[in-house]
Antibody, heavy 123, light 107 residues
Framework: QVQLQQWGAGLLKPSETLSLTCAVY????????WSWIRQPPGKGLEWIGE???????NYNPSLKSRVTISVDTSKNQFSLKLSSVTAADTAVYYC?????????????????WGKGTTVTVSS | SSELTQDPAVSVALGQTVRITCQGD??????ASWYQQKPGQAPVLVIY???NRPSGIPDRFSGSSSGNTASLTITGAQAEDEADYYC??????????FGGGTKLTVL
């Protein structure tokens, strides 16, 4: 059974860089998209970006200038860096495995999620 | 448009049927996926594709789609179904987008 284990610093000061890593256990790394999603306190889910096993990335346009997602296939890990954080970046951050299919009506879904990491930005 | 619109809150009597909807232009090209999230927990996939349930999801959960609207139906809602529900799809630029979420209350 595939599991995602995530970790990273939970308390940051404004202007610092958020750094989180997600490790994939019990399954293949290739053939999937690996996403980061966040959820501010009391609010909904926001997609941050994704990467596939070959390193191709796709970012939320609203965060693109500050986000870098990278992959280390030798360790079955992928990472998130978000620069110049502010209080608005305070959220629970999740990593997730995504897969999809094409067709006349395509589909995409995220079937495995990490437990989440709470990140607080405060001076 | 890259937005997905959900009703903020819906309620259902125990054992009755409830439909949660998600509207957006991207749903004409992509089936929505649906996630259940309980307080303090990570989201859980409940429906994907045309109407597929992951292993372990009860068959009272079903999905459908028509035009720009996707629906999640719970037939015979149980107390444990009380949660937030989110829809998700890709937009025309290939970016992922979530709906704002629907809080389901089981009365």
């Amino acid at each position: 059974q595939v599991q995602l284990q995530q970790w990273g610093a939970g308390l940051l000061k404004p202007s610092e860089t958020l750094s989180l890593t997600c490790a994939v256990y019990g399954g293949s790394f290739s053939g999937y998209y690996w996403s980061w999603i966040r959820q501010p306190p009391g609010k909904g889910l926001e997609w941050i970006g994704e990467i596939n096993h070959s390193g191709s990335t796709n970012y939320n346009p609203s965060l693109k200038s500050r986000v870098t997602i990278s992959v280390d296939t030798s360790k079955n890990q992928f990472s998130l860096k978000l620069s110049s954080v502010t209080a608005a970046d305070t959220a629970v951050y999740y990593c997730a495995r995504g897969r999809g299919s094409g067709g006349s009506v395509a589909y995409y879904y995220m079937d495995v999620w990490g437990k989440g990491t709470t990140v607080t930005v405060s001076s | 448009s890259s937005e997905l619109t959900q009703d903020p809150a819906v309620s259902v009597a125990l054992g009755q049927t409830v439909r949660i909807t998600c509207q957006g232009d991207s749903l004409r090209s992509y089936y929505a996926s649906w996630y259940q999230q309980k307080p303090g927990q990570a989201p859980v996939l409940v429906i994907y594709g045309k109407n597929n349930r992951p292993s372990g999801i009860p068959d009272r959960f079903s999905g459908s789609s028509s035009g720009n609207t996707a629906s999640l139906t719970i037939t015979g809602a149980q107390a444990e179904d009380e949660a937030d529900y989110y829809c998700n799809s890709r937009d025309s630029s290939g970016n992922l987008v979530f709906g704002g979420g629907t809080k389901l209350t089981v009365l």
